[in-house]
């Protein structure tokens, strides 16, 4: 929602000071500049990508629409869910889990949170890293490294797209400069057909300098690194996992690996402790 005000914004002002300026919408309008611009921008993004990380870069625009898509609420069910399930490996044994991390859709803890099931990756390194335990033999320390290995292998992943949306976002003032001289040469070709229409081409030519630029600054840069902002705080969902479970694996009791999990969530999305504590009655009442 706020993309899009600030796309309003970006737009709204550049457009209104033109105005007031007393200049004319209809000489922005250059249809030959947008083409060579934006044509040339998507055919670099397609050599520099592979069509994966293209499709994930469209989703990773979309996701900027909505927000990220864990917060405040995500993360007290992940902290309830975390509960429950080191509660059952107390009570149970962690034999007793092997059904749930198999197939977590099916589990009856598991399934009670759809917010932690929607997140692929996340219950992927929860339930592949209580196989883990499950196996047995495994030190903290081992289990801390092979923790941070997929960790940083994930993020390494998904920080692929910001990265291409960015190298795109640089390469538009060139390819404005690349217009504008294009715009030239048909100015060269028309000197002899008078001023007004040289004036015309040499606007045109001017407006493929303007659009790359604003493309650049005031458009797909921003995108970019919203996108980058949202990586970064999912990513945390992810680490608040590792610190509960790591926590956990070292034999502390649930409510303290709980707080453990609770302290590495970003103090923005953060619950309080009250709020958790709150959560965790919530949970030993069903």
């Known amino acids: 929602m706020f993309v899009i005000i600030g796309i309003v914004i970006v737009f709204g002002a550049l457009l209104l000071g033109y105005i007031l300026a007393g200049g004319n919408i209809g000489a922005l309008l250059q249809i030959s500049e947008f083409i060579i611009i934006g044509g040339a921008a998507l055919g670099s993004l397609i050599i520099a990508n592979s069509m994966t990380t293209i499709k994930k870069i469209i989703a990773g625009i979309m996701q900027t629409l909505k927000g990220p898509k864990v917060n405040k609420q995500a993360y ?18 962690l034999i007793a889990l092997e059904s749930h991390v198999e197939n977590p859709e ?3 803890i598991l ?3 759809p917010s932690f099931l929607e997140n692929h990756h996340g219950v992927e390194f929860l ?7 499950l196996s047995g033999g495994v030190p903290a320390h081992d289990l ?13 992943e998904e920080a692929i797209p910001p990265a291409a949306l960015s190298t795109m976002a640089d390469a538009f003032p060139g390819l404005g400069i690349v217009a504008a001289v294009l715009g030239v040469v ?19 030519a001017l407006v493929g300098t303007f659009l790359g630029v604003l493309l650049s600054y005031g458009l797909v840069g921003p995108i970019a690194r919203n996108m980058d902002n949202i990586v970064q705080k999912e990513s945390r969902y992810i680490a608040a996992i590792k610190a509960a479970l790591l926590s956990f694996a070292k034999g502390a009791p649930a409510s303290v690996a709980i707080e453990y999990g609770r302290r590495a969530i970003d103090p923005e999305n953060r619950p309080s402790f009250k709020d958790t504590e709150d959560a965790i009655k919530q949970t030993k009442g069903r």
């Open 144 to 156: 801390e490294e092979l923790m941070d290995i997929d960790m940083e292998a994930h993020h390494t």
């Open 127 to 133: 339930c592949d890293t209580l196989k883990v335990v």
């Open 186 to 204: 048909v100015t060269m070709q028309s000197i002899s057909a008078g001023a007004e229409t040289v004036g015309h081409h040499v606007a045109a």
């Open 106 to 108: 099916s589990s009856s």
């Open 76 to 93: 007290i069910e992940l902290l309830q869910l975390l509960y429950e399930v080191f509660q059952f490996a107390k009570r149970e044994g």
């Open 111 to 113: 399934s009670k949170y």
